[in-house]
C-alpha cells in the first residue's frame, strides 16, 4: 500500500513539473467526440476470442486539457450498449443454453495520455502531424442486462441460478481503461484521433451471468472500445513565440547601492546618509564638505565639533558664512551633474 502510494505521489510530482514547462503558445482545452464499437468478453464468450455478431455502437464525449506536449488529461463519457448470444461461440460451447444478453452501457472516466513523441502540430513535415499516444484511467461503468433465450434449451438447475443472478446482479461497477491511439493534425483548432481501449472491470455482471457462468464465476467481465473522433481546441490563436518582458535597469557605477542618478559621488563608494559619498568619521557630513574629516562632529558647523573660524583657501571666514553643500533635500548638490543612464533588458519568460 505505501508503495502504491508513493507511486502515485510520484507519478502527480512529474506530472506537475512537467506542467510548469508548458510553452506560452499551447492551447490547453480541446473538446471533440468520437464514434465506436464495443466488444464484450465474458461468460457468453469464453473459450476462444472471436467477434460478437451484431453491431454495439457507442458515442463517446471527451473534454482534454494540455497540460504540455507530452501529458494531457482528458474527461471521457461513452454512451452505448453490450450484447452477446451462447451460439455465437464458433466452438459450439454453449449451444445447449442458446441464452443471449443485451445491456446499455453508460461509462465515466478520467484518463492520463501520454504522447511520446510530443502532440501533433498541422506545420511542417507530414510525420508531424501524427502522434501516438497510450492512456490509462479510472472510472465508473453502469450496465443494466436483460437475458433472453430458450427456456426448453436450458436446465432447471441453470434456470435456478439465473434467476439468482437476476437478484444478485449489480448495475455499477469500478472500470479501468488503457489503450493505445494515434492522433492527427488537421487544421490549427482541429485534430482527429483513432484508438483502441480495452476496460478492465471488477464486475462479473455485465452479461448478468455469475452462478450460471460454470466454472468461470472467477473471471470478471470486460469490454473493448474501438473508435474514431474529432477534437476542437478552444480559445484564440496564441504565438508560439513565447512572452518576451522588457526590464529597464538604472546602473550604479561605484556599486555601493545608489543608482547613479541619486548619486552626489557616483564614482566613489558611499554612505545612504551621505547620497552616495564617503564619510570617513561618519558624521553625516561628506568628506568633501568636512571641515573636520577624521573628527566627528556636526553639521552646522561642516563637521566638526564646534563652531569656530577655519582656514578656507586661505581665507579665515566664520564657519557660518561657509557654504558647503549637503545631500537633498536639506542642501541640494546643484553643482553635481548627475548621470541620467539607463540600460535595458529584454528577457523572456
Not at 505505501?2 to 490547453?28: V, W
Not at 547601492?257 to 564614482?267: E, F, L, W
Not at 557630513?285 to 561642516?302: F, I, M, Q, S, T
Request: glycine share 8%; aromatic share 8%.
Amino acid at each position: 500500500m505505501k508503495r502504491a502510494t508513493l507511486s502515485i505521489l510520484l507519478m502527480l510530482t512529474l506530472i506537475k513539473a512537467m506542467a510548469q514547462t508548458e510553452p506560452s503558445g499551447l492551447q490547453r482545452y480541446e473538446v471533440g467526440g468520437a464514434l465506436g464499437r464495443n466488444q464484450y468478453f465474458g461468460d457468453m464468450h469464453c473459450s476462444s476470442p472471436y467477434v460478437s455478431s451484431g453491431l454495439n455502437m457507442s458515442i463517446n464525449a471527451m473534454v482534454r486539457r494540455q497540460l504540455n506536449p507530452f501529458i494531457s488529461l482528458r474527461g471521457n463519457l461513452v454512451f452505448g450498449a453490450l450484447s452477446g448470444k451462447d451460439v455465437d461461440n464458433p466452438a459450439g460451447r454453449w449451444d445447449y443454453r442458446q441464452m443471449n444478453f443485451s445491456t446499455p452501457l453508460i461509462e465515466l472516466s478520467a484518463l492520463l495520455e501520454m504522447y511520446p513523441l510530443k502532440k501533433p502540430v498541422p506545420t511542417g513535415s507530414i510525420l508531424r502531424r501524427f502522434a501516438p499516444y497510450a492512456f490509462i484511467g479510472l472510472g465508473q461503468v453502469y450496465t443494466n442486462p436483460a437475458l433472453s433465450g430458450a427456456a426448453d434449451r436450458t436446465s432447471p438447475e441453470t434456470l435456478e441460478k439465473i434467476a439468482l443472478d437476476a437478484e444478485l446482479k449489480k448495475r455499477l461497477a469500478p472500470v479501468v481503461p488503457v489503450g493505445v491511439g494515434i492522433a492527427y493534425a488537421i487544421k490549427q483548432k482541429l485534430a482527429a484521433h483513432v484508438e483502441v481501449g480495452y476496460r478492465f472491470t471488477t464486475s462479473d455482471y455485465l452479461d448478468g451471468f455469475r452462478e450460471a457462468g460454470y466454472g468461470y464465476s472467477q473471471y470478471k467481465d470486460s469490454y473493448l472500445i474501438a473508435s474514431v473522433g474529432i477534437t476542437y481546441r478552444l480559445g484564440k490563436t496564441k504565438p508560439n513565440t513565447g512572452a518576451m518582458k522588457t526590464i529597464e535597469i538604472t546602473p550604479d557605477a561605484d556599486g555601493d547601492g545608489i543608482v547613479d542618478p541619486d548619486d552626489n559621488c557616483p564614482d566613489e563608494f558611499g554612505d545612504p546618509a551621505t547620497c552616495g559619498c564617503p564619510d570617513d568619521d561618519g558624521d553625516g557630513v561628506p568628506n568633501a564638505c568636512d571641515c573636520c574629516p577624521n573628527e566627528p562632529g556636526e553639521r552646522a558647523y561642516h563637521g566638526c565639533s564646534k563652531a569656530h573660524n577655519i582656514e578656507y583657501n586661505h581665507i579665515r571666514v566664520p564657519v557660518q558664512m561657509r557654504y558647503c553643500p549637503l545631500c537633498p533635500p536639506d542642501q541640494p548638490n546643484a553643482s553635481r551633474t548627475r548621470k541620467e543612464k539607463k540600460t535595458t533588458l529584454i528577457i523572456s519568460r
